[in-house]
């Protein structure tokens, strides 16, 4: 069965310190998706970034870097000096690849809170 | 970038009506999708629609649910008998075919269902 964790439930930070997100999946498929959502107080869901399980490479974009490591089913999420705009719920989730469905498995998310 | 628009943001019934939640999908996509989000609580996925047809449900997805494409532009779900436990936030997702370069889900801004 597909499982996404996501240990840690909420993180407070002061602003500019840098902050990383865990995510820890499982999944009987060989080839999967990995996806990361930001849930602002306004509600909606933001996409991120999406990984294929084929693709380890490190991902940065601006202040956001991935992690990704099958040898530990990890897809850590890193905000380098962080902003008080970054203050959101952090969604990781996984889909199976090439499926009947792009059906996402999520995690319970992680609540950041980013102090000015 | 298009958008999932998903109407009316906030719904208000009384505990045995039926309620209908509308999505218009952005225009090109195939795949549909309804999740919902109880307070608090990670994002589930209910049910996924392709080619007029239910291609996967979750066991939340009781009789009680149904959802429709009545025409090329939306896509419904309705809950039959409302109960207390189906207040949550209700998103409408699409995405579209797979090997896209944009292959990963889109959502919409969220129905905020309130069962009085």
């Known amino acids: 069965a597909q499982k996404v964790t996501q240990a840690q439930t909420e993180i407070s930070v002061v602003e500019k310190e840098d902050v990383t997100l865990d995510c820890v999946y499982e999944t009987r498929d060989t080839t999967y998706y990995l996806f990361w959502y930001k849930q602002p107080p306004s509600g909606e869901l933001v996409f991120l970034i999406r990984?294929?399980?084929?693709?380890?490479q490190n991902e940065i974009s601006g202040r956001y870097s991935w992690n990704f490591q099958k040898s530990t089913s990890s897809f850590n999420f890193t905000i380098t000096a962080s902003q008080v705009v970054d203050s959101a719920v952090y969604f990781c989730a996984l889909s199976e690849y090439g499926g009947a469905t792009n059906k996402l498995i999520f995690g319970t998310g992680t609540l950041l809170a980013v102090q000015p | 970038e298009p958008e999932v628009t998903q109407t009316p943001s906030h719904q208000v019934t009384q505990m045995g009506q039926e309620v209908i939640l509308r999505c218009v999908p952005i225009?090109?996509?195939?795949?549909f999708y309804w999740y919902r989000q109880i307070l608090g609580q990670k994002v589930e996925f209910l049910v996924s629609?392709?080619?007029?047809?239910?291609?996967?449900k979750s066991e939340i997805f009781d009789d009680q649910f149904s959802v429709e494409r009545p025409d090329g532009s939306n896509f419904t779900l309705k809950i039959r008998s409302t109960k207390l436990e189906d207040s949550a936030m209700y998103f409408c997702a699409s995405s579209p075919p797979f090997g896209a370069a944009d292959e990963k889900l889109f959502f919409g801004s969220g129905t905020q269902l309130s069962v009085l």
């Open positions: 990984r294929n399980s084929f693709d380890e």
């Open positions: 629609f392709y080619n007029n047809e239910i291609s996967e």
């Open positions: 225009s090109n996509h195939l795949y």
